[in-house]
């Protein structure tokens, strides 16, 4: 307990709770990012497209950059594979 008071005493109060609440809101993140990308790809599925034009789609989701929106990726691929 004399940690994380020396901790309080060094960095600030609001630095420390700020990288509690991380630390324990990171799991969480993670969770609700797996269980939006698969909605995503049963969603797609139960649409009728196929496996490889959702696999691009979570591609795209996955590795996204933030230099563009992510439905405009997804907008391109998705009519990509309907040119197809």
Sequence with gaps: ???IFGYIKDFGFPSVVALFVLLRIE???KRLNHAITSLMVVTAKSNGMKGEDVADIVRVVS??????RVADQID???QSAKKE
């Design 27 to 29: 799991p969480e993140l």
């Design 76 to 78: 391109g691929v998705v």
């Design 1 to 3: 307990m004399g940690e």
């Design 63 to 68: 590795q996204s950059s933030g230099r563009r």
